[in-house]
Nanobody, 123 residues
Framework: QVQLVESGGGLVQAGGSLRLSCAASGRTFSSLGMGWFRQAPGKEREFVAAISWSGNTYYADSVKGRFTISRDNAENALYLQMNSLKPEDTAVYYC?????????????????WGQGTQVTVSS
């Protein structure tokens, strides 16, 4: 089992930045593929960014060039640096993990999920 706890969400003005963190426990973090997803009110959960255990990354087109996913295997931590935030980035952001070597944007590939952290971007 893997436990994931997100933090770092909050209220920010458009154009601002936030850094989300995800603390992982319960399994060797370096063997996990990790991802960030988000869900806005009334919408389906969608892919944001993913990173493999070796550091390969993949981004949704909507965040490419603005968001950066990274991991610190020594600290069992996943991060999402979000810059140039827009009101449409408002959502609950979820950290997720899977037991495969590759990076994937596919929601159903992820085995473990955090509880989420709210990000609100005001215009």
């Amino acid at each position: 089992q893997v436990q994931l706890v997100e933090s770092g969400g909050g209220l920010v003005q458009a154009g601002g930045s936030l850094r989300l963190s995800c603390a992982a426990s319960g399994r060797t973090f370096s063997s996990l593929g990790m991802g960030w997803f988000r869900q806005a009110p009334g919408k389906e959960r969608e892919f944001v960014a993913a990173i493999s255990w070796s550091g390969n990354t993949y981004y949704a087109d909507s965040v490419k060039g603005r968001f950066t996913i990274s991991r610190d295997n020594a600290e069992n931590a996943l991060y999402l640096q979000m810059n140039s935030l827009k009101p449409e980035d408002t959502a609950v952001y979820y950290c997720a993990a899977h037991n495969r070597a590759w990076v994937t944007p596919v929601l159903r590939a992820y085995d473990y999920w955090g509880q989420g952290t709210q990000v609100t971007v005001s215009s």
